[in-house]
């Protein structure tokens, strides 16, 4: 229970470190992918969005003004799929 109460806590944590900048930095995003009517509103998907448009080489300009909070929205991001997402049947099981 501890440890999950932590995993909470720091997930938490991170998010806060977002927050303040995230809704600016995801409408950017969209803009970026050229999809400005596009809304989600999980935060796993539009922590992936944001992910990939800092990581495309031309998106400088995005990368300039976010760049600061790629480590943090990549480790929100990591934290979430592998901590609270469940996870996805093994490739290598049979199904009967």
Do not use: C, W
């Amino acid at each position: 229970m501890a440890q999950a109460r932590q995993k909470v806590l720091e997930a938490k944590a991170l998010r806060e470190r977002l927050l303040p900048a995230f809704d600016a930095m995801y409408a950017d995003a969209l803009a970026a992918a050229a999809l400005p009517g596009a809304r989600e509103r999980s935060l796993i998907v539009r922590l992936r969005l944001v992910i990939s448009t800092l990581m495309r080489p031309e998106n400088g300009e995005f990368r300039a003004r976010y760049g600061k909070l790629l480590m943090t929205a990549f480790d929100l991001a990591s934290r979430l799929s592998n901590d609270f997402l469940p996870e996805a049947p093994s490739r290598h099981v049979k199904k009967i």
